[in-house]
T-cell receptor, first 114, second 114 residues
Framework: GQQVMQIPQYQHVQEGEDFTTYCNSS?????IQWYKQRPGGHPVFLIQ?????EVKKQKRLTFQFGEAKKNSSLHITATQTTDVGTYFC??????????????FGQGTILTVHP | NAGVTQTPKFQVLKTGQSMTLQCAQD?????MSWYRQDPGMGLRLIHY???????DQGEVPNGYNVSRSTTEDFPLRLLSAAPSQTSVYFC?????????????FGSGTRLTVV
């Protein structure tokens, strides 16, 4: 079955440094979603990418969807302590358009040292 | 709107006991899912539903049952609890295929099986 792999598993940065997490799928994805989970909290939806090569920005966050629609990345510029948490990517299970079956990557745990 | 409401927030079960985790949403979302979250393993899909009366299995369905008799409710039943089912359980809902509209998660149920 489809697997969504995410790296790195952990990332420790100093406040002000940049941060990137990468997501790779074994199959082509119709779309990919990104979520953030604060420590002790629940996942919160950030964004969805649909088009090949798509790039979207949310303030200091930049999301990219690969040309082959099998990989994606999230880049945070100048991290702040409020960025602390686990970042997950998620894609439709089985690589198709079955929106209801989201497979999540293992997540990247980001810690930011002030 | 209350969003996605999960009850209980915490539960301790003895091995072999059964119980139902409740999930309700008031956003008229067609798509609902149950995930379990274990350290280092991300979020794994247990069961999902694309509408009332329609359910399907996710990645880790064994030991769990679901039903969707109404749009609002999607309970998860543990048939005979085992220590391996100790986890944090999240219910989530979504409108579905609408672009840039992801899943809204409940606050979770922390289950311990002893």
């Amino acid at each position: 079955g489809q697997q969504v792999m995410q790296i790195p598993q952990y990332q420790h940065v100093q406040e002000g440094e940049d941060f990137t997490t990468y997501c790779n799928s074994s199959t082509t994805l119709s779309n990919i979603q990104w979520y953030k989970q604060r420590p002790g909290g629940h996942p919160v939806f950030l964004i969805q990418l649909v088009k090949s090569g798509e790039v979207k920005k949310q303030k200091r966050l930049t999301f990219q969807f690969g040309e082959a629609k099998k990989n994606s990345s999230l880049h945070i510029t100048a991290t702040q302590t409020t960025d602390v948490g686990t970042y997950f990517c998620a894609g439709p299970h089985g690589g198709g358009t079955s929106y209801g079956k989201l497979t999540f990557g293992q997540g990247t745990i980001l810690t930011v040292h002030p | 709107n209350a969003g996605v409401t999960q009850t209980p927030k915490f539960q301790v079960l003895k091995t072999g006991q059964s119980m139902t985790l409740q999930c309700a949403q008031d956003m008229n979302h067609e798509y609902m899912s149950w995930y379990r979250q274990d350290p280092g393993m991300g979020l794994r899909l247990i069961h999902y539903s694309v509408g009332a009366g329609i359910t399907d299995q996710g990645e880790v369905p064994n030991g769990y049952n679901v039903s969707r008799s109404t749009t609002e409710d999607f309970p998860l039943r543990l048939l005979s609890a085992a220590p391996s089912q100790t986890s944090v359980y999240f219910c989530a809902s979504s409108l579905g295929l609408t672009a840039n509209y992801g899943y809204t998660f409940g606050s979770g149920t922390r289950l311990t099986v002893v």
